[in-house]
């Protein structure tokens, strides 16, 4: 059984930083989508940043040049920087995953905010920017 475990979510003033991490177990982390999401209470779910199989990462535009996604294989664990923080990035922030399907595009299926087709996901760490 596959578990993500988000954590490092907080509350910040407007310009500051933050760490969120996510534990991958029950899975081989190397066949893999892994992606970011976010949101806010009444909206839909946003796809934020990925990582394919390949190594390929990509950002949502409203994130990028101020957060990174990374990925510790060895501890399989998923990292997303969130830096330059805005009070508009406040939302409940979502690891999720996907494994062994080389025929779905991992950047359209998170950035276009397929949620439906992420098989895994975490419960969510909530970060909270005040201006």
């Known amino acids: 059984q596959v578990q993500l475990v988000e954590s490092g979510g907080g509350s910040v003033r407007a310009g500051g930083s933050l760490r969120l991490s996510c534990a991958v177990s029950?899975?081989?982390?190397?066949?893999?989508?892994v992606g970011w999401f976010r949101q806010v209470p009444g909206r839909e779910r946003e796809g934020v940043a990925s990582i394919d199989g390949y190594g390929g990462i990509y950002y949502a535009n409203s994130v990028k040049d101020r957060f990174t996604i990374s990925q510790d294989n060895a501890k399989h664990t998923l990292y997303l920087q969130l830096n330059s923080l805005k009070p508009e990035d406040t939302a409940r922030y979502y690891c999720?995953?996907?494994?062994?399907?080389?025929?779905?595009?991992?950047?359209?299926?998170?950035?276009?905010?397929?949620?439906?087709?992420?098989?895994?996901w975490g419960n969510g760490t909530l970060v909270t920017i005040s201006s």
């Open positions: 999720a995953a996907y494994f062994d399907n080389p025929g779905r595009d991992c950047r359209v299926t998170v950035l276009g905010n397929f949620v439906e087709f992420m098989d895994y």
């Open positions: 029950g899975d081989n982390y190397s066949r893999h989508c």
